[in-house]
């Protein structure tokens, strides 16, 4: 891992500094018999089928055990609360706890889980009255949720407001690793992007080509980019109102980016085919072609520095998985330093087997974006400004 960054380090100034578990014990003395809420990002993703729900990637669950046993060890009661998916503000069973609270009973036992936080329209509005209840009868705070810190949520940004708080191990170990990619990079440093979660992601790519020597772009992100070039994209998924905004990207951008020439997809028949880049009526694109992938995976292989957010396809569909498979292979066999983000290609580097192979596989996917793009997260912001109200 690189060395630290410097928001962690002890600086001057109290306001600048991020506290740990550590500085947590020396505020409140000890920890024995304190009760703890502990913010995680257990957003997993699920797989329902009829009554059972089942957990697909466990990864995020398992990221927070550092935090939790360090608590645990030193006689904390854990209370750990979390989203999961998008409910809207009311209770909806789709979004119920259970199979996460399951899974944390077996890896943790003893250790509380809240319901869905999302249940609450205080979460997403920021309610002060919502922060205030989540910290009702609580003695410290902890965010080891990377992956929502760039929501500016009760429960993100609530509790340090109320109670001594601090950074979880894997809220750390994230922002160092992402905050020395942003700052010192080995060049060139490129950024491959994908998913579906596409108006979060475009707004910061002008930012990213600030800080990237090349942006590579797949999945369905991509086809709003076809468009914006004037590409027909037949039935793909795109944000016909972002056209203009991707269009003047591409127009003013300083930095190579590397749309797909090519894309698998299935005819207005249902056929699996391989497409150029204009797709005919009905047609739908649903992964990079074979040219394309190649050429991604050797903008991988050739860079010092790669991050990857999100698959290039639908890669749970194995006809539509070459693609992410190409990339994900390429960053496990480049010399570059790699890091990948969000909760997509992650489960998809490990259905690869390939989670060990690169060197640091993010819980965030629009978190770690933010963090390149601006070099803070409101999260980050909230405990600093909690430390500095000492
Ligand atoms: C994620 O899955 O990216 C995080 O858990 C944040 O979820 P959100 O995009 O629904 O806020
Ligand atoms: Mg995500």
């Given at each position: 891992m690189p060395d630290s960054a410097d928001s962690f380090a002890p600086s001057?100034?109290?306001?600048a500094h991020i506290p740990t578990l550590e500085d947590l014990e020396g505020a409140l003395?000890?920890?024995?018999?304190q009760r703890i809420l502990v913010r995680t990002d257990f957003n997993v993703p699920l797989e329902r089928e009829g009554d059972t729900t089942r957990i697909t990637d466990d990864f995020r669950i398992r990221a927070a055990l550092p935090t939790i046993q360090w608590l645990v060890d030193r006689g904390a009661q854990v209370v750990t609360a979390s989203h999961l998916?998008?409910?809207?503000?009311s209770p909806d069973p789709k979004y119920s706890m259970d199979a996460v609270r399951a899974r944390l009973a077996e890896l943790a036992p003893g250790v509380e889980l809240l319901e869905n936080?999302?249940?609450?329209?205080g979460e997403e509005g920021n309610d002060d009255a919502f922060a205030r209840k989540l910290v009702a009868g609580i003695d410290g705070y902890v965010n080891d949720a990377f992956g929502a810190s760039h929501r500016a949520h009760a429960s993100i940004v609530g509790p340090p407001r109320y109670v001594p708080s601090a950074a979880g191990r894997q809220l750390q170990h994230e922002v160092e690793v992402l905050l020395v990619m942003r700052t010192k990079?080995?060049?060139p440093f490129v950024a491959v992007l994908g998913g579906a979660k596409v108006s979060d992601k475009l707004g910061v790519i002008g930012a990213l080509l600030d800080t990237v020597d090349a942006l590579a772009i797949g999945g369905a992100m991509c086809f709003t980019f076809l468009a914006a070039q004037g590409n027909s994209i037949g039935a793909s998924l795109f944000e016909p109102d972002q056209v203009e905004t991707c269009r003047q990207l591409l127009a003013n951008a300083s930095k190579p980016i590397h749309l797909p020439s090519d894309i698998v997809g299935l005819d207005a028949a249902g056929n699996v085919q391989t497409f150029g880049p204009r797709l005919p009526d009905g047609a739908k694109g649903l992964d990079i072609g074979p040219g394309t992938a190649a050429e991604f995976g050797d903008v991988v292989m050739d860079s010092r520095t790669v991050f990857w957010n999100g698959p290039?396809?639908?890669?749970?569909?194995p006809r539509f998985a070459a693609g992410t498979k190409t990339v994900a292979r390429a960053m496990a066999d480049t010399k570059a330093f790699t890091v990948v983000g969000g909760g997509d290609s992650a489960a998809a580097l490990a259905e690869f087997g390939?989670?060990?192979?690169?060197d640091w596989v993010s819980t965030g996917g629009g978190a770690s974006l933010e963090l390149l793009e601006l070099g803070d997260l409101p999260g980050l912001a909230a405990l600093r400004v909690g430390a500095a109200r000492g």
């Open positions: 001057g100034t109290r306001s003395g000890s920890l024995d018999g998916g998008r409910p809207k503000g936080l999302r249940y609450d329209p990079p080995a060049r290039m396809g639908m890669f749970e569909d390939l989670a060990d192979d690169v």
